[in-house]
């Protein structure tokens, strides 16, 4: 079977890696890709921007499924047009990803189908938001977030009314966010532990893929700047089978019984950042694509019989058969090591040497996010999350240990990594 994977992230890396292993794979196609991804798919050149370039493409090279990594592609609907020219797709329709689109649809579905989520209310009006925050009605702290996708960006937690009403004015008055910013959601500051959940969903059928820690904080002790991720762990520790059932029953299967009540069934992976309150799962939000860097650390702890290929098709197909995916009971840290200043502004092209130590290291792997080849072949940065170097062990210790002597071995002076991914 022939497959294109869509993106260019660590995310897309360590599927190209799980991907190859598979014994039904005859070509692996990645676009746009970066160079060090060559060594598992041709890399190829697509306007993603352009539909039919995409489907033209997967008729002419005989492209059995499409795997849509980053989710703008999928909110702009890539899957439908290829689901409408025939061509099995991963990933979800334009109309279910309104679930990661906008934050207003998510939780007005939560609101009519009981899925525990914070208390919030939306507003598209400053003067009724400023009002609402001033009511009182929910206590500060208290979130204000834009509605639609902000590159992480667009969750503002606010300790004061002067926060909340500048936080207010940022997105509906200055329009800081653009269009994602038009409308407002104001909830309630959930307290607990935060979890990555990863489900299958091939329409109908639920498969729980597993869960990740995500590292969302800039710095160590989970200080300085939202990132799109810093690090994960993986673990069978992470959560109990008996919190897994909860989450599957009140969260996942609600929201999927409510698209299909839609007319807009689920295909992919949905991905339920949770809070784990007390012994309670509430939803913080949903995405839908798989978490990067969760997946990182998900994907090396698949079972030795799990086809990734062979699963993915089955969602896509609307046959999934399995009733849960096998998972190893080995833990898996993945450090990002990202250039010096993200997510502010950051230098480029700066000379990265080591590697090939760090990837002869049993138990290591080691996925490219943000790097190129420059003129004279030297591998050089080229992004803010540049790469995801994991470790595997017994334990998260383990693995941890192992990752991070792994990093002693990394020469790249304008790159950081957190320290303290795995504690
Ligand atoms: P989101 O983009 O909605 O996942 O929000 C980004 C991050 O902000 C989450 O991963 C949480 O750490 C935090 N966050 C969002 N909503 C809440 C909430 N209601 N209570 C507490 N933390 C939140
Ligand atoms: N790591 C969080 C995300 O992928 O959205």
Redo the contacts with the bound molecule.
């Keep these: 079977m022939k497959v294109l994977v869509v993106g260019s992230g660590g995310r897309e890396h360590a599927l190209l890696w799980a991907l190859k292993k598979s014994p039904i794979l005859t070509g692996l196609y990645v676009t746009p890709g970066r160079p060090a991804m060559g060594n598992f798919g041709i890399l190829v050149d697509i306007n993603l921007k352009n539909p039919i370039d995409v489907t033209q493409f997967c008729k002419r090279e005989n492209i059995e499924l499409v795997i849509i990594g980053p989710e703008q592609p999928i909110i702009d609907g890539l899957a439908d047009n290829l689901v409408a020219e025939g061509i099995n797709v991963f990933a979800p329709s334009q109309a279910a990803a309104k679930l990661e689109a906008s934050?207003s649809f998510a939780k007005g579905l939560c609101k009519q189908y009981g899925v525990p989520t914070?208390k919030y209310e939306c507003f598209v009006d400053e003067g009724l938001a400023k009002n609402f925050v001033l009511s009182n009605k929910i206590k500060f702290p208290l979130?204000v977030?834009a509605n639609g996708i902000a590159a992480?960006k667009?969750?503002i937690?606010c300790n004061t009314e002067n926060e909340a009403c500048a936080a207010i004015d940022s997105m509906l008055v200055e329009k800081k966010f653009g269009e994602s910013g038009e409308e407002v959601v104001i909830?309630?500051?959930?307290?607990g532990e935060?979890v990555s959940f990863f489900a299958l969903v091939d329409g109908l059928k639920v498969v729980t893929l597993g869960c990740a820690k995500?590292y969302?904080r800039a710095n160590e002790n989970n200080e300085g700047q939202?990132t799109g991720g810093m690090g994960s762990y993986s673990s069978s520790s992470i959560i109990s089978k008996d919190m897994e059932q909860k989450i599957i029953q009140r969260i996942i299967y609600p929201t999927i019984q409510a698209l299909n009540n839609m007319g807009t069934p689920y295909k992919g992976v949905l991905f339920a950042?949770l809070?784990i309150c007390k012994d309670s799962p509430k939803l913080?939000?949903y995405n839908v694509r798989f978490g990067d860097p969760e997946i990182q650390s998900i994907l090396p702890r698949l079972g030795e019989n799990c086809d990734l290929l062979n699963l993915m098709l089955s969602v896509a197909e609307g046959k999934l058969n399995t009733k849960a995916v096998e998972l190893s009971s080995k833990a898996t840290v993945c450090v990002v090591v990202a250039s010096k200043g993200y997510p502010g502004d950051y230098q480029t092209g700066e000379v990265i040497k080591g590697l090939n130590k760090i990837e002869n290291i049993p138990g290591i792997l080691v996925f490219h996010a943000g790097t190129k080849l420059d003129e004279s072949g030297n591998l050089v940065s080229d992004g803010g999350r540049v790469l995801n170097i994991v470790g595997e062990g017994s334990s998260v210790e383990e693995a941890k240990s192992k990752v991070y002597s792994a990093l002693n071995f990394l020469e790249w002076p304008g790159g950081f990594f957190r320290y303290d991914i795995g504690s």
């Design positions: 934050k914070a979130v977030k992480g667009g969750v937690i909830e309630e500051f959930l307290v935060e995500d969302k939202n950042g809070m913080l939000e």
